[in-house]
């Protein structure tokens, strides 16, 4: 059974940090894109970052650019996601994701992917 789990998620102030972990099982994960993404009370999922299947590029959403970095460890089948510098609109369930093929490039639409997690919720207030 393919799975997705995140981890990390929780209650931090503004201007805090958290780093999020995305652990894959199942199959391999190693060679496929990845990427996060995050749903807002009342609001669409939306893009966070994206991560080639080496690694060796990797893409963030405007909002979240110089605070957030989307990284994997293949070896481990792991995507992280560091989040500093946290503001109160980043609260957020995030979701870690998967392509079911092997493709070069990074992906931003939730339409890219095959495979989602359940989602880790992260509240950012004072």
């Known amino acids: 059974q393919v799975q997705l789990v995140e981890s990390g998620g929780g209650?931090?102030?503004?201007?805090?940090?958290l780093r999020l972990s995305c652990a894959?099982?199942?199959?391999?994960?190693?060679?496929?894109?990845?990427?996060w993404f995050?749903?807002?009370?009342g609001k669409e999922?939306?893009?966070?970052?994206?991560?080639?299947?080496?690694?060796?590029?990797?893409?963030?959403?405007?909002?979240?650019k110089g605070r957030f970095t989307i990284s994997r460890d293949n070896a481990k089948s792991t995507v992280l996601l560091q989040m500093n510098s946290l503001q109160p609109e980043d609260t957020a369930v995030y979701y870690c994701a998967a392509r079911l093929q092997r493709t070069t490039g990074i992906y931003t639409s939730t339409?890219?992917?095959d495979y989602w997690g359940?989602?880790?919720?992260?509240t950012v207030s004072s």
Do not use: K
């Open 11 to 17: 209650l931090v102030q503004p201007g805090g940090s």
């Open 45 to 64: 999922r939306e893009f966070v970052a994206a991560i080639s299947w080496s690694g060796g590029s990797t893409y963030c959403a405007d909002s979240v």
């Open 118 to 122: 359940q989602g880790t919720l992260v």
């Open 24 to 35: 894959a099982s199942g199959r391999t994960f190693s060679n496929v894109p990845m990427g």
């Open 111 to 113: 339409h890219d992917y």
């Open 38 to 41: 995050r749903q807002a009370p």
